[in-house]
């Protein structure tokens, strides 16, 4: 029913100075039952996006019951004491509206956008369920089998899902994020009702969670309403989470190669563990890869013609699963090898090489983009809520420009030199079954 988004963000937003030039003009507040609220008025169009993050993910399920977080998700959506199974989105959609939800590593987030007039609405449903969710047990053995074809249609015949697992597994070690958020299968089918609820009842609580509004509204309202439909609710313990700090293990540096018979050509991508939180590290990967005005783009694609596409990507929005990625798809399966040796090569040559004036036009290319970031509610309602709860402060997010101006040429070669000599990493080589005809 819902889907699970495995969101992967192209800016690294982490930052420490306040700037007097603001990306949202958002306002936060907290109730006296902790629940963290942010306004951000965007007078656009009569519209409204309602976001509510709670800080749980998959980091925090226990060995052997891994996919109880995406599960919850799902069947939050039914039913409480007041609203019968599956209703929960068809009032939204009856109201002009539309709702989804998200599972991560570390937070579960469920979001509405619909009319200004409408959204009491979505906030009295959300608070209800925050509470009282109350889970027919047909209904619950319908929604694990939903989560198990899940996993299988998105999973199990995805060649590239099954080789990503396989990575992931191996690059993060005794670390949380080694396993799928979706889960395992077998995990799956031995969780049970009280498992669910005992996590929903430890994990779903109001100092627990981060509240976003984005819409046409004022700041004034927002506060109005936040107290209306959640400052009655009492503040719980919170159980202390599994996640503290990643047991990553020791220093990795391996390949896969895996043949699958839906492939029809090779394809080749690297994962680090990369440090969280660097503007450096998206500089970087703009400059690599990230784009078909990149340097390895040019040089493989335009120049040499050995590659149909090469690509870079920094995500570095975790509480500790920063990942950097670089990937490419040969012309010629032959020149897979010699496509990965000018990969390492070029990497060191181009961060021994960097200009101050390619990293200055870099800069200025990441600060015009940030006006996109508000461009309506429900994206500006989705990237606050989503940085918040995995560990940003609203200070932070506000103040992207002026950070990024201070990342300077020492800066990018550092952290790019971090990624050559010392970071952990996995690559993955898929390719067809041999002896299939291409």
Same mark, same amino acid.
């Given at each position: 029913?819902?889907?699970?988004?495995?969101?992967?963000?192209? %800016?690294?937003?982490?930052?420490?100075?306040?700037?007097?030039?603001?990306? *949202?003009?958002?306002?936060? *507040?907290?109730?006296?039952?902790? /629940?963290?609220?942010?306004?951000?008025?965007?007078?656009?169009?009569?519209?409204?996006?309602?976001?509510? %993050?709670?800080?749980?993910?998959?980091?925090?399920?226990?060995?052997?019951?891994?996919?109880?977080?995406?599960?919850?998700? #799902?069947?939050?959506?039914?039913?409480?004491?007041?609203?019968?199974?599956?209703?929960?989105?068809?009032?939204?959609?009856?109201?002009?509206?539309?709702?989804?939800?998200?599972?991560?590593?570390?937070?579960? %987030?469920? #979001?509405?956008?619909?009319?200004?007039?409408?959204?009491?609405?979505?906030?009295?449903?959300?608070?209800?369920?925050?509470? +009282?969710?109350?889970?027919?047990?047909?209904?619950?053995?319908?929604?694990?089998?939903?989560?198990?074809?899940? =996993?299988?249609?998105?999973?199990?015949?995805?060649? $590239?899902?099954?080789?990503?697992?396989?990575?992931?597994?191996?690059?993060?070690?005794?670390?949380?994020?080694?396993?799928?958020?979706?889960?395992?299968?077998?995990?799956?089918?031995?969780?049970?009702?009280?498992?669910?609820?005992?996590?929903?009842? =430890? #994990?779903?609580?109001?100092?627990?969670?981060?509240?976003?509004?984005?819409?046409?509204?004022?700041?004034?309202? &927002?506060?109005?309403?936040? +107290?209306?439909?959640? &400052?009655?609710?009492?503040?719980?313990?919170?159980?202390?989470?599994?996640?503290?700090?990643?047991?990553? &293990?020791?220093?990795? =540096?391996?390949?896969?190669?895996?043949?699958?018979?839906?492939? $029809?050509?090779?394809?080749?991508?690297?994962?680090?563990?990369?440090?969280?939180?660097?503007?450096?590290?998206?500089?970087?990967?703009?400059?690599?890869?990230?784009?078909?005005?990149?340097?390895?783009?040019?040089?493989?694609?335009? $120049?040499?013609?050995?590659?149909?596409?090469?690509?870079?990507?920094?995500?570095?929005?975790?509480?500790?699963?920063?990942?950097?990625?670089?990937? *490419?798809?040969?012309?010629?399966?032959?020149?897979?090898?010699?496509?990965?040796?000018?990969?390492?090569?070029?990497?060191?040559?181009?961060?021994?090489?960097?200009?101050?004036?390619?990293?200055? $036009?870099?800069?200025?290319?990441?600060?015009?983009?940030?006006?996109? /970031?508000?461009?309506?509610?429900?994206?500006?309602?989705?990237?606050?809520?989503?940085?918040?709860?995995?560990?940003?402060?609203?200070?932070?997010?506000?103040?992207?420009?002026?950070?990024?101006?201070?990342?300077?040429?020492?800066?990018?070669?550092?952290?790019?030199?971090?990624?050559?000599?010392?970071?952990?990493?996995?690559?993955?080589?898929?390719?067809?079954?041999?002896?299939?005809?291409?």
């Amino acid at each position: 029913m819902k889907k699970l988004f495995l969101m992967v963000f192209l %800016c690294t937003i982490f930052v420490t100075n306040i700037s007097e030039a603001k990306i *949202f003009n958002a306002t936060e *507040f907290y109730l006296k039952n902790g /629940l963290q609220v942010v306004i951000i008025p965007n007078h656009k169009a009569p519209i409204a996006t309602s976001m509510l %993050c709670y800080k749980v993910g998959a980091i925090d399920e226990e060995s052997g019951k891994y996919g109880l977080a995406h599960l919850l998700e #799902h069947l939050m959506f039914k039913g409480t004491n007041k609203i019968k199974d599956a209703e929960f989105s068809k009032i939204i959609a009856k109201f002009g509206g539309v709702d989804n939800a998200m599972t991560s590593y570390d937070y579960t %987030c469920y #979001h509405q956008s619909m009319s200004r007039e409408n959204l009491e609405l979505a906030l009295y449903m959300e608070a209800d369920r925050m509470d +009282n969710l109350n889970i027919p047990d047909d209904a619950f053995e319908k929604e694990k089998l939903v989560v198990i074809e899940e =996993r299988f249609s998105r999973i199990k015949n995805n060649p $590239q899902a099954i080789l990503e697992e396989k990575k992931q597994s191996l690059l993060w070690g005794n670390s949380p994020y080694a396993h799928p958020i979706s889960g395992r299968i077998e995990d799956i089918k031995n969780i049970t009702k009280k498992d669910i609820m005992d996590f929903y009842n =430890r #994990h779903y609580r109001i100092n627990n969670s981060v509240l976003v509004i984005a819409g046409d509204l004022e700041v004034e309202e &927002g506060k109005k309403i936040a +107290n209306k439909y959640f &400052g009655f609710k009492e503040n719980n313990k919170v159980e202390k989470r599994r996640f503290e700090k990643s047991e990553k &293990g020791n220093k990795v =540096r391996a390949k896969i190669e895996m043949e699958h018979k839906l492939i $029809q050509k090779n394809s080749w991508r690297r994962t680090y563990i990369a440090e969280k939180n660097s503007y450096a590290l998206d500089i970087f990967s703009n400059l690599l890869a990230g784009s078909s005005t990149s340097k390895l783009y040019k040089k493989l694609v335009k $120049q040499d013609k050995l590659a149909s596409e090469v690509y870079s990507y920094y995500n570095g929005v975790s509480l500790d699963g920063a990942r950097f990625v670089i990937g *490419f798809t040969p012309n010629n399966d032959e020149d897979t090898e010699a496509i990965i040796n000018i990969i390492d090569e070029e990497i060191t040559n181009i961060t021994n090489n960097l200009t101050r004036k390619e990293i200055e $036009q870099e800069k200025e290319k990441m600060i015009s983009g940030l006006v996109f /970031l508000r461009d309506n509610p429900e994206s500006e309602a989705q990237n606050v809520a989503r940085l918040i709860v995995s560990g940003m402060s609203l200070e932070q997010i506000e103040s992207w420009e002026e950070d990024i101006k201070k990342v300077n040429m020492g800066d990018v070669k550092k952290v790019a030199n971090e990624l050559i000599n010392n970071a952990s990493f996995v690559s993955g080589l898929l390719m067809p079954e041999k002896g299939k005809d291409k």
